[in-house]
């Protein structure tokens, strides 16, 4: 492999995930785009893999992605649902804890090469298939791992205080600070409308959209299982179908599509209502936080140009759950 155009922390680093991943000789290696997690393409004497740095993820997030991968790889290895094999290292995990590419302790997760081709959202089978494929996973996550309750609350830090440093470190000018940080009250209470919502948690993807599945053969291949955690099911499926119908103005006709599929393997969702939205409300304001924290330069290792993408992600995360809840009234009647 040639070394010369990489930094010594990446050489070191490629070194370390063969060695800890059993990978032999490592002829190639290509940075690959990611708006978060950085991921890179091997090529190897034993074929292609994708290796995946989580930089973000903390001690307990550290175990909670450990689980994730076990699920993903149990439900791969029984073909309940298709997607790249997750591989695992010496020790028989699927999580390594190396030193990373810009020298910080990182979880590290490998994966096959998998060829497919982007879904064509605008298939009403493909949406079908996409149904039917977060069904299989819930299904499976109802017999893996089930919870009498649980939360869709992923920051660790409060919203409104997340808005209040990163209106002060001057990426968002023109806003009305009061405005933003109703809107930060009004989806809050929408995820703990949601939250409280009858039915047992049971243990899930919890990102099942076009931008984590690839299409090979007609099947819809589920990829970026890193987030897979207790979810109401329901609150998953409506979540899911307005990414696969399009959360700006979405398709009526193809969130019908997607949750045909979905009911068609058993269960029946024919109503909407305000809470049943509370997921990707939740999932708004997460990545809002996350985003504005790089952006505030929380993490160290983020690079200057990584804050600038990320302030703009933040701010393009507050106008959409702005958007959104005004939208809200009106997704009630896809259905």
Not at 215 to 242: F, I, K, M, T
Request: with cysteine; charged share 20%; glycine share 6%.
């Amino acid at each position: 492999m040639d070394t010369e155009k990489l930094s010594v922390p990446v050489v070191r680093f490629v070194s370390s995930v063969a060695s800890e991943f059993d990978l032999a000789e490592v002829v190639s290696v290509l940075a690959m785009s990611g708006s978060a997690n950085r991921l890179w393409q091997f090529t190897t004497t034993k074929g292609a893999f994708v290796v995946k740095e989580l930089p973000y993820n903390d001690v307990e997030q550290y175990f909670e992605l450990r689980k994730a991968a076990n699920f993903e790889a149990t439900l791969i290895s029984k073909q309940l649902v298709s997607g790249p094999t997750p591989v695992q290292n010496r020790s028989g995990d699927y999580v390594s804890l190396l030193t990373d590419s810009r020298g910080k302790e990182s979880p590290v997760r490998l994966h096959h090469w998998f060829t497919g081709a982007p879904p064509n959202v605008a298939d009403p089978a493909t949406l079908v298939n996409a149904g039917h494929t977060l069904r299989a996973i819930q299904r499976a996550g109802s017999s893996w791992s089930v919870r009498p309750k649980g939360s869709l609350q992923l920051w660790n830090t409060d919203p409104s205080s997340v808005l209040e440093h990163f209106l002060a470190s001057g990426h968002f000018d023109g806003a009305s600070s009061t405005a933003l940080s109703s809107t930060i009250a009004d989806a809050l209470e929408l995820v703990r409308a949601g939250e409280s919502m009858p039915g047992d948690w049971i243990y899930t993807h919890r990102d099942h959209k076009p931008e984590n599945c690839l299409s090979q053969d007609g099947v819809v291949a589920v990829l970026d299982w890193d987030e897979c955690n207790y979810c109401h099911p329901r609150l998953e499926a409506v979540e899911s179908a307005l990414r696969w119908a399009g959360t700006d103005d979405p398709n009526p006709e193809n969130f019908i599509a997607f949750i045909t599929g979905y009911n068609e393997l058993g269960t029946t969702l024919e109503t909407l209502r305000d809470q049943d939205f509370a997921k990707w409300i939740a999932e708004l304001l997460s990545w809002f936080c996350f985003q504005a924290r790089r952006t505030v330069g929380e993490w160290p290792e983020v690079t200057e140009a990584e804050r600038i993408a990320s302030a703009v992600l933040a701010r393009n995360a507050l106008a959409t759950l702005q958007s959104s809840l005004t939208a809200i009234p009106r997704w009630t009647h896809l259905l």
